[in-house]
């Protein structure tokens, strides 16, 4: 829900930043990277040198196949699938295997894989996940929660990129798919504007305002200060429900009419106020609401 407030009053974002750790907390257990939980053990040495005999060659005693060169031949496996099928020969726990193959070399990741997805629900929830959750997955550091939501901005600038200059309207889908990709798995409302060209191009995509679990507040005066700092003729609001429903509240509805309101005059146009959620989304103007 998108809390109403009177034009003119001071905008005050709410921002949250990580710290990053010192050169202290590397020598300390607790802090250490979770990749050294996973390092492949050394072979053990011998007066002459290595080890010899069948272990160093990845075999047990009675010569059957080792557990590392087990998961050493799915890798291999999991890789040729899909240089020759692509995503589509894989299910979601195998493609967020084959990328933790990256992020946590030399073991078994097939059971962090299962388990983000046990935890989060989804391939895109699991990367739309808050870094403090990710690593509450056993198996999961900060380093590679870390990499995760470097994969998801990848994706979603890639996306971004699909409207960048082009005209919006007559790519509305893929408006809708950058902006889910953006915001249907945050876990703080977020008020975003898509500020457009006279060709009804993208100039610029915002987050204007982010908030609690159930609200934000949005000022109509910063909105339309910012689009004609931009020289935008028109705007698209989207804002995200964490609940999951994109219904539309009363107070979404209120606001998105003193937007309107407050652009006209300047002759700025709304076009729709999208709702994102994670069963969907909601547009005012195809539910005339407004």
């Known amino acids: ?101 990256r992020l946590i070399p030399r073991r078994d990741t097939k059971p962090i894989a299962k388990a983000l997805l046990a935890r989060f629900g989804s391939l895109p929830e699991v990367l739309g996940a808050p870094v403090q959750l990710l690593t509450e997955v056993k198996g999961v550091g900060d380093s590679v929660a870390t990499d995760l939501k470097l994969v998801a901005s990848i994706a979603h600038r890639m996306l971004k990129g699909e409207l960048k200059g082009r005209k919006v309207l007559a790519s509305w889908s893929s408006v ?15 008020f975003r504007v898509l500020f457009l060209d006279k060709k009804n191009a993208l100039i610029a995509d915002e987050v204007q305002q982010t908030g609690t679990v159930d609200h934000t507040p949005v000022y109509p005066r910063e909105v339309v200060k910012r689009a004609l700092e931009l020289s935008a003729t028109a705007i698209i609001l989207v804002h995200n429900h964490p609940s999951g429903d994109p219904t539309p509240s009363r107070a979404d509805i209120e606001m998105t009419k003193l937007i309107i309101e407050t652009a006209r005059p300047l002759g700025i146009t709304v076009h729709d106020h999208i709702i994102i959620g994670r069963d969907g989304h909601a547009s005012l103007k195809g539910m005339k609401l407004v």
Do not use: W
């Not at 300390?28 to 939980?37: L, M, T």
């Not at 902006?179 to 409302?189: D, H, N, V």
């Open 176 to 190: 809708i798919e950058y902006c889910r990709a953006a915001m249907a798995f945050e876990t703080r409302e977020q």
């Open 1 to 101: 829900m998108i809390s109403r407030r009177r034009p003119g009053l001071n905008n005050e974002g709410l921002n949250e930043g990580l710290s990053d750790q010192g050169p202290d907390d590397m020598h300390d257990p607790v802090h250490q990277d979770e990749r050294s939980f996973f390092a492949e053990t050394r072979p053990a040495k011998t007066g002459s040198g290595t080890q010899r005999g069948p272990q160093a060659a990845g075999l047990k005693s009675d010569g059957s196949q080792s557990q590392d060169e087990h998961y050493h031949g799915h890798r291999d496996r999991l890789r040729q699938r899909f240089r020759e099928g692509g995503d589509r020969a894989l299910a979601d726990y195998e493609l967020l295997e084959l990328l933790l193959f």
